[in-house]
Structure formats: structure tokens, C-alpha cells
């Protein structure tokens, strides 16, 4: 393992560790939602984590569709595969939050129903890759897929924004008239908020994504080798 | 290299820690509140505040008046109500002057008043609260008056007026009807707008808020009856209780544990799968060789 990798790996790790103690323990307990509100600093930063993967992937397809390096292919993967795990912790922590907050599990909200299609456009990637035997084709494809889905991406970002009729609440800005479990951005907040979407947003995506883009390169490595073998 | 790149994540966490307690500056200043270890009130301003860990309570000298909130281990909200003003007040407390319910938007309260003795009257709304009850309880210790704060469901709840209401309370509370009483027009408090009728030593006000009724009944030496009645009217309103819920973050924070658990495991799972073919096909092919 590279030894920036190394130590990437173990500022991920102290980074998560450091907080999660700021989330769970220094943040004071929201006297209205009570302890289930501490959800959101895992929440919130999911998002963003998978954004800033989805978001490489999209560069890593224009990349690949601009001529260079069929690496970059593997950039988009890796992208998708660690974009796709932030989402679901972000669509799983959403409900767990929703249960006691608004007293159901799931509801058909904009954000909520933008967020599961999604999370089934990046699953439906996977899957496609895994139906291609022509690399090349496959490399052409999954970019211009990794592109086009990048706007679900989009969709699910703005959408409160755009369509009012949403209970889910906005924490940085006024939230929609409709929101529920709305809460206000106070110092404690902050304080834990700041760190967590920073780690979310940056060292998790590059670090996870990195040993993904490594896994990948060995596969390959297996796959010439077999190749090789097989033409001995 | 290591240490200079550990070091300057260390640095950007103290930075963003910095941050965040700037960015405290900008967060909006709310109604002051005294968190107890189980429920919470708002704090009265220019009341005395003279909570516990478990009671909060407030008590105003120029009023003579005192209001609590606290938790007690009794099922039976009108039985947990005659336990805190008997434990509070050192008293009995005889057959109540008004004894009703009414649905508020967190349960049903049970809704008493009593007359302590020729100085003290005390008004208390009581609800079951898990394994024991929430009791809210206004006592006024002044000889020269006698008053009542009550919360009645509306009988008719297209109107906006609690002068219903008011004729219903005044009856057990001095005999009379709110017909033998003047208008005297409203009162902008804090919780809101208060209707006002009087006579030479009675006071009566009402506020309607969703489908309920808030009354306050005064007899004798009248004094600040909107005051009392604002405080206590924000009192009742203001109080809830924090949810028990650390079993869903206990359950989000599984969940997104496993779910980063599971792609961690995947890469060296799959890493140990290629790391094996790889022996596997060098073992072949020294074996052929």
C-alpha cells in the first residue's frame, strides 16, 4: 500500500472516530427531537460524501469519453461503487430518523423519492457493468451512463429548493413551509456539523475510493495473468 | 511525509472546530428554557427562578404566586395532583371546586382547582406520562384574592370567543353568570389576546387557542390576573417532555456502520479472492514449467 494511502487510511479512520464523538458527545441533545437527532451528523455528511463520489465518477466518464486513459474508467467504478454505500447510509439513517420524527418509516416526499431513484440509477449501473464482455464498449457506455446519472444527483440536491411541497427540513437556510423535525444551525450544531461534512466530503470518498481503484487494478493484473496463462 | 500530512488534517479539525463556534454567532436567540433531567419549561422572565433537577419552579413575590412543573411516580393524574399539592403544601386538599378533562395536543389533562384555605387557591392540570403523571400546578398565596386558572374544551369550536367557557367556570367559582358581568374589551399579553369582563371584585379572562379554552377567574382584591394567567397559559404550552428515543440512534448508527462495515469487508474480501488466483496461477504455471 502506497504510504499515502496509509496514511489517508489512518486519518479516515481518527477523522470518523473524532466525529463521531463530536456528534454523539460534545453536540448538546435537541430538546424537541431528543437523542435521535444526533442521526443527522451521520445524515447530512452521507450525502455530501456520495456527491463528491458520484461526482468523480462523472469526471472520470467525461475523461474516459475525451480519449485519455481507460484508467479513468476505473476512477468512474470506484466512484460509483463508494457513492452508491454513502447513499444508502444516507437513505437508511434518513428513515430510522423519519420513524420517531414524522411517525413513519417512508414517505413519497420529492427529496425522499429523488434520493431512491438515485440510489437504483447507481445500483442499475453496477449491475449493466457487470452484463458487458467488450471492455471498450463497456468503457463507452458506463461513461455516458456515469454522465446521465450524475443528474439524479442533481435532482436530489436542489429538489427542496425547487418543489416547495416537501416536509423534509432544510438545516442551512430557511427551511420549506411544510418541514417537519426542522431544527436551527446553533454552535453545537456547527461545531459537530463542520468536521463531519468536511470528512464526508473529502478524505472518506478519496480514501474508500482509492483502495477500490487499487482492488481494480489488481483484477485486471488477475485478468492478464489468466490471459497469459492460458495463451502459454 | 506521513506525519506532515497527519498533522495537517489535524490542523483543518481545529480550524473547522474554530469555525463552528463562529458560525455560533449568527444562530438565532430563542425563548430561554430550563431543561430538567425530564421535561422541559420555558423560564418565566421576572419571576424567581427556584427549580430542582426534578421540579421546575417559579415564583413571583409581587403576585404571591408560584408555578410548578414536575414528574411524579403515580399513574392517576388527579391522585398524582392531590400528592404534590398535599407534599408541596403540607395539606389535605378537600373536594375540588372544578374537576374536568381536556384534550390538548399531547394527551388528555386532567383539569382541578382547589381552595386550599382562606389564603391559598391552587389550579392544576395533570396527564399520564409513561408510569406516572406530568403535573403542572399554580398556587396563590394571597389572602386578599381568590384565583382560579382553568382550561376548558370549546363547546363550540367555530367561534372565537372563550365567553362560553367562561360562563361555564364562573358558575362553580363564585356563583354567577357571565351575563351579570361587563365587557371590558381585550388585553395583548404575550401568549396572545385576552377577552376581559369584570365587575366591582370579580375578573374573568379568556383565550381561545386551537379548539381549547384558557380561563382565569379572580374574586376579591383584584390584582394582575392577565399576568398570572399569561405565565401560566405559557407554561402549559410551552412544556414538553424529550423524547426517549436513543434506540433509533443506536439503530442509524448500526445501520450506517454496517453498511461501511460490509464495503470494507467486500474490498478485502475480494483482494484475498484475487491474491489467492494469482498463487493459484503462479503455482500452475511453475508446475508446468
Redesign the interface.
Known amino acids: 500500500m502506497p ?2 494511502l ?3 487510511t ?2 479516515t479512520v ?2 470518523f472516530a ?1 466525529t463521531l464523538y463530536l456528534g454523539l458527545f460534545a453536540a448538546g ?1 435537541d ?6 437527532q ?2 443527522f451528523y ?2 447530512m455528511p ?1 450525502f455530501f460524501g456520495a456527491f463528491t463520489a458520484f461526482g468523480l465518477s462523472l469526471f472520470g466518464g467525461i475523461m474516459v469519453l475525451a480519449g485519455k486513459s481507460a484508467d479513468w474508467d476505473k476512477l468512474a467504478l470506484a466512484g460509483v ?2 457513492g452508491l ?1 454513502f447513499a ?2 444516507n437513505l ?2 434518513g428513515a ?2 423519519a ?2 420524527i414524522w411517525n413513519t418509516w417512508w414517505t413519497w416526499d420529492p427529496r425522499l423519492t429523488s434520493a431512491a431513484i438515485m440510489c437504483l440509477t447507481y445500483a442499475a449501473y453496477l449491475m449493466l457493468r457487470a452484463g458487458f464482455d467488450d471492455t471498450e464498449r463497456r468503457r463507452t457506455f458506463m461513461s455516458v451512463y456515469s454522465i446521465l446519472g450524475f443528474v439524479t444527483v442533481l435532482i436530489t440536491l436542489f429538489i427542496i429548493r425547487i418543489v416547495p411541497e416537501t416536509i423534509h427540513p432544510v438545516i442551512v437556510g430557511a427551511s420549506p413551509q411544510n418541514a417537519q423535525g426542522s431544527f ?5 450544531v ?6 463531519s461534512l ?1 470528512l464526508w466530503l473529502t ?1 472518506m470518498p478519496i480514501t ?1 475510493m482509492w ?2 481503484y487499487r ?1 481494480e487494478d ?2 485486471e ?2 485478468n492478464r ?2 490471459l497469459k ?1 492460458l495463451s ?1 | ?2 506525519a506532515r ?2 498533522k495537517a ?1 489535524a490542523l ?2 481545529v480550524l ?2 474554530a ?3 463562529a ?2 454567532q ?3 436567540q ?1 425563548v430561554p ?1 430550563l ?1 430538567t433531567s425530564g421535561f ?1 419549561v420555558p423560564v418565566l422572565a421576572g419571576w424567581d427562578n427556584q427549580s430542582t433537577d426534578a421540579i421546575a419552579q417559579f415564583y413571583s413575590a409581587e403576585y404571591k404566586a408560584t408555578i410548578r412543573a414536575q414528574i411524579v411516580a403515580l399513574e392517576d393524574p388527579p391522585a398524582a395532583a392531590r400528592t404534590v399539592l398535599a407534599s408541596w403544601l403540607d395539606i389535605e386538599t378537600g373536594p375540588p371546586v372544578y374537576n374536568g378533562k381536556v384534550n390538548l395536543a399531547d394527551g388528555t389533562w386532567h383539569v382541578l382547582a382547589f381552595d386550599i384555605n382562606a389564603a391559598t387557591t391552587a389550579s392544576v392540570m395533570a396527564r399520564r406520562h409513561g408510569q406516572g403523571s406530568v403535573v403542572i400546578s399554580f398556587v396563590e398565596a394571597a389572602p386578599e384574592a381568590r384565583t382560579m386558572l382553568l382550561t376548558l374544551a370549546q363547546t363550540d369550536d367555530a367561534l372565537n370567543t372563550a365567553a362560553p367557557e367562561i360562563d361555564l367556570a364562573l358558575d362553580p367559582f363564585a356563583g354567577v353568570e357571565l351575563a351579570q358581568l361587563d365587557d371590558a374589551g381585550n388585553i395583548d399579553m404575550p401568549s396572545g389576546q385576552w377577552q376581559v369582563y369584570e365587575r366591582p371584585r370579580l375578573r374573568a379572562l379568556g383565550m381561545v387557542f386551537g379548539n381549547d379554552s384558557y380561563i382565569a377567574l379572580q374574586e376579591g382584591e383584584l390584582g394582575n390576573l392577565a399576568a398570572l394567567a399569561d405565565a401560566y397559559n405559557r407554561t402549559l404550552l410551552g412544556f ?1 417532555v ?5 434506540l ?2 443506536a ?3 448500526a ?2 456502520f454496517a ?2 462495515g ?3 469487508l467486500s ?1 478485502f474480501w ?2 484475498r479472492g ?2 489467492q ?2 498463487a493459484l ?2 503455482t ?2 511453475s508446475d ?1 514449467e
Open positions: 504510504r499515502l496509509r496514511a489517508l489512518i486519518a481518527l477523522g473524532a441533545t430538546i424537541q427531537q431528543g437523542a435521535v444526533r442521526i451521520i445524515h452521507a461503487e463508494v454505500a444508502l447510509i437508511l439513517t430510522i430518523w420513524r420517531p436551527e444551525a446553533t454552535s453545537g456547527m461545531l459537530a456539523l463542520a468536521p468536511l478524505l474508500l483502495h477500490r482492488l489488481r483484477l493484473s488477475l495473468a489468466k496463462a502459454e | 511525509m506521513t500530512l497527519l488534517c483543518v479539525f473547522l472546530l469555525l463552528g463556534g458560525a455560533a449568527d444562530s438565532v430563542t428554557y431543561q422541559n414538553f424529550t423524547p426517549d428515543n436513543s433509533y440512534l439503530l442509524g448508527l445501520a450506517a453498511v461501511l460490509l464495503l470494507v474490498f475480494r483482494s484475487i491474491q488466483e494469482l496461477i503462479e500452475l504455471t508446468e
